[in-house]
């Protein structure tokens, strides 16, 4: 009698509880493996709308501007958070009319205070920009303009230029390229065609 309850007695082999522990061990694996590879594409994604939004601002910066004497893009000049020409979140108070200060301000801010900076890569730091003029390259000379390494976050608006691939290509003088260094994949490169 005590061998047949011995053997009635119903549980798991050893053998299955390892089959379920390495299976369980494999969905973890992949979890933690593809999970930040995902993070990283959903923040490529928000920058790459981000991109989108200066290009739409620059095209209405573009259409406001025409006719003041200013030009009809901002000046070359870089603005970067926390160095000579910004701190913090704030916006100087004597920005020119023609400038990346006014630029940020006026387009690319969110809120109703238009002295405060709210226009921020995806992991929440502030977004720098370079504004240059590619009118002095040579005839449809192509340039590499955002760094190689780290993330810089600096957008970077190439003025008499279009995008060549994931470079700047000097064109005729109302277009322009915008430029940022993705997380995951290279250099984002879109302009007003």
């Known amino acids: 009698m005590a ?4 053997k009635s007695k ?9 089959l379920v522990l390495a299976i369980a061990g494999l969905i973890f694996l992949m979890v933690f493996v593809a999970l930040p590879a995902l993070q990283r594409s959903q923040r490529d994604t928000a920058r790459r709308n981000d991109m989108s939004r200066v290009d739409t601002s620059l095209i209405q910066y573009q259409t406001n501007n025409q006719n003041t004497g200013n030009g009809d893009l901002p000046a070359a000049e870089k603005w970067e958070w926390g160095g000579a020409n910004g701190e913090g979140d704030t916006f100087p108070t004597n920005c ?3 400038s990346a200060c006014s630029f940020l301000q006026r387009y690319m801010n969110s809120g109703t205070d238009s002295t405060t900076n709210t ?3 995806a992991d929440g730091t502030y977004y720098n920009l370079d504004i240059q003029s590619a009118s002095s390259w040579g005839n449809n000379e192509s340039r590499d303009i955002a760094p190689a390494g780290d993330m810089n976050y600096t957008i970077y608006i190439v003025t008499s230029a279009r995008c060549n691939g994931e470079k700047a290509q000097r064109d005729a003088s109302r277009h ?7 997380e995951g994949a290279g250099i984002y490169c879109i302009d007003d065609q």
Do not use: P, Q
């Open 96 to 98: 020119s009319s023609n």
């Open 10 to 18: 119903k549980g798991f082999t050893i053998i299955e509880v390892v």
């Open 119 to 121: 226009f921020k890569d």
């Open 3 to 6: 061998k047949e309850n011995i």
């Open 176 to 182: 322009f390229a915008v430029l940022y260094r993705l």
